[in-house]
Structure formats: C-alpha cells, structure tokens
C-alpha cells in the first residue's frame, strides 16, 4: 500500500533511470525546465556575473566557515599562489619548468615529452574539433537581443551515420548539436548534414560538363522524426509528403500500438516528451535513417554560448577517411562508372582529372560505352 502511494507521488516530469545508465523513462522537457525553475532562486539562473565581495560572502555561508577561514582560503588558492616565476616576467605557457613540484605541472611535462617523441602532428580534423570547442565556450552575443533567455533548456543531440554499412554500426556519433527549447524539429532536420541529401541525381556519362538542376536534398524534401509513438513529419513545402503513413498502416494491420502524426515544423523540443539516452528515428530521401540520441537536457549557464543566432550549435563532426581514386591514388572520388572498359574494377570510383583523360578524347566525346554517375565522398566534408 505504502509502496503503491510512493508511486503515485513520483514526478514523472523529473528524468529518472528506465534502466541504469542507459536510458531515462520518459519525460516532458517543458514541465522538467519548470520544475527546475520552481526550486531554483533566481541568481542560480542568472547570467550576471556576481561581483567578488557577494561571491565570498556566499560561498562562506554555504561552507559554513567564518570571514578569518574565508580570507584564509582565498589566499592560500590564490593564482599568486601557483606562480612559478617571477612577478615582473611574462611567462611562456608552452614551457613547463624542469623543476616542477605541483602535481598538473608534472603531468603536463610527461605529456609534452610524449607528443615530442610522435612523428605526427595535429591533423586538419583535431584543429577543426578544437576550434569548435574555442568559439562555443562562454560565446556571448553582440547585441542583448541575440542572447539566450535565462532557464532556457539547453539539449545535446547526437545524430548518428545511416547504419547501411557494417563499418558505421559502431563509430562514434557523426555529429553532435546543441539546441535550445524554442528550436523546432525542423531546425534540427536542416541542421544535419548527410551525404545521401548532396548526391547528384542522373547518369551523366554524355554530358559530364552539364551542371545538375538539383541535388537529392533540393528535390525530395520529405523526411520525419520519431519520437515517443509519434511521427514528426515536414510538411513545409508542397511537395513534401507525409511518408510516414506506410509504417502506420503496415502496424496498424498488425495491432502494434496506434502511432499519432504531428508536422515537425510546429513542434519544439519544448513541447517533446522524450527519454534522455535512447535512440530515436529521423529517416529523410525514403529510406536513409539515422539514429538520433538525446544525451543531456539542463539549463542555460553563463559559461554555455549565448548567442542564439550561432544555434543549432556544431560542437562535433566525425572525421572519414576519403575514397581516393581508383587509379592516381591522390585525388578523392569525383565519379563511379559501371560496365566500363577501361576500369580495373566494376563499379569504379575516379578523380575528375583521371576520368576525363580515360574516357573522353580532347574533344571532349566520349570514348567507349559506360555509365558515369556524379559521386559525393563522405569524407570530403571532414
């Protein structure tokens, strides 16, 4: 009796563990932002900085020491404290001294001595990944109409690799967003890069020179997101369609549980019930689908980015390795042709420059019978 009382009383607008470390059990993120709001005080929200003096004073109440142990503290972990040269010389940051006896110096020399004995440096992708971890922390905006509302919910969102290869089952999230509450699905679906929306449609084997009208994503607009029972489709523009309806009726006429539909364009991830660590569906071009994982739903802090304009906000993007040209082995793929003579392999992948001097004459006719389709490399946008 006591036990089924405890239950009812449970909020179920707070996140709570469905199974441990994996996921949560589902929740309203609307309701969770406001039960947050409702026990925090308004200077736990704010994005004011607190001046020095009301800083020690509150911290010395909520450590319950007195003002002698607070002026102690502050010099005894004072950065003049942690000096290793002198006051009047300007230090080298990329220079950790040979006689070093705090504990994050020493490490930091261990590690400077290994990245010496590598033969390789940064690569284009590591200065990319750090450069998006410099302009996302504590970005403020120009103009005060550009910043974040104070309590707005903050989500990490990773969107996963189609898992139409055994190789993309197991890597790590192809990127990773941040979203506020106020965003829409259909922001989150324009944000997501995927390389099926800039395939070139057509076989161009004829008239390799002709610019394409449109890419996959230009002409086929439909896709949907799945959450928590309910199909999230963009109905944006006229030609959209509502490609969910097959997966409702094909359940329907099995008895699986009935499934609502909502337009993403109208939805925010405000108004979403959702379990944080489980994978949801956004499938786009038919039938390219994608894992999509909410990993972490809070509150705005003062150190996040809070230009509002800079969201959807990139702090990750997997890096592939290029398809290089079957024959230089240099450049990245431009073109796959089939039932072609002169390939080594069918189909094959080739570089614009190889392609054209295998296959077509100094005219520019072409040379032989084979099928040519335009070929966007994974990996060409690391």
């Not at 590598?118 to 990944?129: C, D, I, P, Q, S």
Request: charged share 30%; glycine share 4%; with cysteine.
């Amino acid at each position: 009796m006591a036990a089924a009382e405890l239950s009812s009383e449970a909020n179920s607008d707070i996140p709570d563990y469905e199974y441990t470390d994996v996921n949560t059990k589902p929740f309203h993120i609307e309701a969770f932002r406001n039960e947050w709001l409702k026990r925090l005080k308004p200077s736990d929200v704010s994005f004011r900085e607190q001046d020095e003096d009301t800083f020690d004073a509150d911290f010395a109440r909520e450590m319950r020491v007195d003002p002698e142990t607070m002026a102690e503290l502050k010099s005894v972990c004072s950065l003049d404290s942690l000096r290793c040269h002198p006051p009047d010389q300007q230090p080298d940051d990329t220079i950790v001294p040979e006689d070093a006896t705090l504990n994050t110096l020493m490490q930091r020399k261990e590690r400077q001595d290994y990245k010496a004995t590598l033969k390789t440096g940064k690569n284009r992708h590591t200065l990319y990944a750090d450069e998006l971890e410099r302009i996302t922390v504590g970005r403020k905006p120009k103009t005060m109409t550009d910043l974040i509302a104070e309590g707005e919910i903050i989500l990490t969102i990773n969107v996963y690799y189609p898992a139409v290869f055994e190789k993309f089952r197991s890597v790590r999230p192809h990127m990773t967003l941040r979203m506020t509450g106020t965003h829409s699905l259909a922001e989150l679906k324009d944000a997501i890069c995927c390389v099926s929306d800039l395939q070139v449609c057509g076989e161009f084997s004829n008239t390799p020179d002709m610019a394409p009208d449109f890419i996959s994503k230009d002409h086929f607009k439909s896709a949907f997101f799945f959450f928590e029972g309910v199909f999230y489709n963009d109905m944006r523009f006229p030609e959209c369609q509502d490609i969910s309806t097959t997966t409702i009726e094909w359940a329907k006429a099995r008895n699986f549980p009935p499934y609502s539909q909502a337009k993403m364009e109208d939805t925010r991830f405000a108004d979403l019930k959702v379990k944080v660590g489980f994978p949801y569906l956004y499938c786009h071009q038919g039938d390219c689908e994608h894992l999509v994982i909410i990993t972490d739903v809070r509150l705005a802090h003062m150190n996040d980015c809070l230009d509002k304009k800079l969201y959807p906000l990139l702090t990750h993007k997997h890096r592939l390795i290029t398809q290089k040209c079957a024959v230089c082995h240099v450049f990245i793929g431009r073109w796959f042709t089939t039932n072609d003579q002169f390939a080594p392999s069918d189909p094959c992948l080739y570089c614009d420059k190889c392609f054209r001097m295998l296959h077509y004459d100094a005219q520019g006719n072409k040379l032989g019978d084979f099928l040519a389709y335009p070929y966007v490399d994974r990996g060409a946008f690391n």
